[in-house]
């Protein structure tokens, strides 16, 4: 069938009846009719009805170098037919020299690894961690952040909608985020000073002890809707965290991997130095994969007495280091800033043309579009963005969205997508904007 002109199914898929029927309903899915995907295949997946669809959003900016990418299943299988499970309980070697490559490639002083399976658990390893260094037990986090799902993370999460019980765990306070588009300060871009970096200062000065544990905070804002901070944000807000005798986190679970072109890691193009980083989703192109890495004398103040069941699994680091070793041999950073120079462009133009897109914003292949009924008084406009997302899947592409108001198309291509995705892409953004 065209991948641009899909037909409505008349009768429910199968597995889209079971997910209702047994699955808790909070596991929601995209679109009035859900989709069941079947197959992948670089940057494309099909669905149990055999339409083919442009994948844009990656499995939440998970797959990054391409569905079902033949190097990477090479070691996937490879591993799998010698061995695959051991616990953290024994050495293994893929592990290991998945740990000295990380210690590579990571910027500053970070060192030493601890592996688990989700981004939730890389960032509660994270701010146990801070705590145990530091002695302290207070962490900074942002609004419009997002930091998982166990009691730790919703307790930091910064968004009503992702936060089903009041904060669990005491200690963790939001400051103001860098939504520029949105300034918190009504501050314009030439008179902004980074007001947002200094609420830091203000909320450890008036809702802390006045000494923390760290300040914890994503690069880019992922499911705030790809909000970037201002020039000069992370170095004032580090120096800032560690005057107040806290640790720097940055939580790279979507950022991470060369998705914001060039750089490994997002907070590399601030210039600064964390103390730790967390990652996960796109490290090993859709296995399951937990990450925290640390200075040495951060993590040596962890207690010797830990356990990650499938932290470090042999499977899932053999994956990660094909991932890696993949973005380096074809250079994917630099196609991550190069193409996705070319979709800022192509976006920007469509910017130009549909009202109801009021801000372009992003890095590399991490790029999103906000949408309003006015750009004057920015109001939200989350119905266009649901019949966009709708039109689009029905022309063949699938994108993805975000944003504490629901207005927020989010897009994170594969790190070898092409010039020919991203025109794919904008033109049924295009054709969509045009009837929604």
């Excluded at 990477?72 to 953290?88: D, G, P």
């Excluded at 944000?233 to 950022?255: H, P």
Aim: one cysteine or more; glycine letters at 10%.
């Amino acid at each position: 069938m065209n991948a641009n002109s899909q037909e409505t199914r008349s009768t429910v898929s199968d597995a889209v009846r079971k997910h209702k029927e047994f699955l808790f309903p909070a596991v929601a899915t995209y679109y009035d009719e859900p989709l069941a995907l079947v197959r992948g295949e670089g940057e494309y997946v099909w669905d149990d009805a055999g339409n083919r669809y442009l994948d844009c959003f990656g499995g939440v900016l998970t797959v990054s170098v391409g569905h079902a990418n033949p190097t990477v299943n090479e070691a996937v299988i490879a591993q799998n037919q010698r061995l695959q499970h051991t616990s953290a309980l024994y050495a293994n070697e893929n592990q290991s020299n998945l740990a000295e490559k990380l210690a590579e490639i990571t910027p500053g002083r970070l060192k030493k690894s601890f592996f688990t399976s989700s981004g939730t658990e890389a960032d509660d390893t994270a701010i146990t961690a801070a705590k145990l260094a530091t002695g302290r037990h207070e962490i900074v986090v942002l609004r419009h952040s997002y930091s998982g799902r166990s009691a730790t993370a919703l307790s930091a999460v910064g968004h009503a909608n992702w936060r089903p019980l009041p904060a669990q765990v005491a200690g963790i306070v939001h400051a103001m985020a860098p939504y520029c588009y949105r300034c918190p300060f009504d501050a314009t871009p030439d008179n902004c000073g980074a007001a947002c970096a200094n609420d830091v200062q203000d909320v450890i000065q008036t809702t802390t002890t006045g000494q923390i544990a760290a300040f914890m905070a994503e690069p880019i804002l992922g499911v705030g809707g790809f909000i970037v901070p201002p020039a000069g944000y992370f170095e004032r807000v580090y120096e800032i965290a560690r005057n107040y005798g806290g640790l720097c986190v940055a939580d790279e679970v979507q950022t991470g991997w060369g998705r914001t072109g060039d750089k490994w890691f997002g907070i590399e193009h601030w210039g600064v130095e964390p103390d730790i980083i967390t990652s996960a989703k796109g490290m090993a192109n859709g296995i399951p994969i937990g990450w925290t890495i640390a200075t040495p004398e951060v993590a040596d103040a962890f207690p010797g007495l830990t356990f990650a069941t499938f932290g470090g699994n042999p499977v899932s680091t053999a994956a990660a280091m094909a991932v890696i070793k993949l973005i380096e041999d074809e250079d994917l950073r630099t196609n991550a800033r190069v193409v996705g120079d070319y979709l800022r462009q192509r976006l920007g133009d469509l910017q130009d043309k549909h009202p109801a897109i009021g801000d372009v914003r992003g890095m590399g292949l991490m790029q999103g579009l906000e949408l309003v009924r006015d750009r004057t008084t920015k109001e939200p406009a989350p119905d266009v963005l649901l019949r966009v997302f709708e039109e689009t899947k029905r022309r063949g592409v699938l994108i993805g969205k975000g944003g504490l108001y629901g207005n927020v198309i989010r897009t994170g291509m594969m790190l070898n997508a092409t010039v020919d995705n991203v025109d794919e892409l904008v033109d049924a953004l295009d054709a969509s904007f045009a009837i929604a």
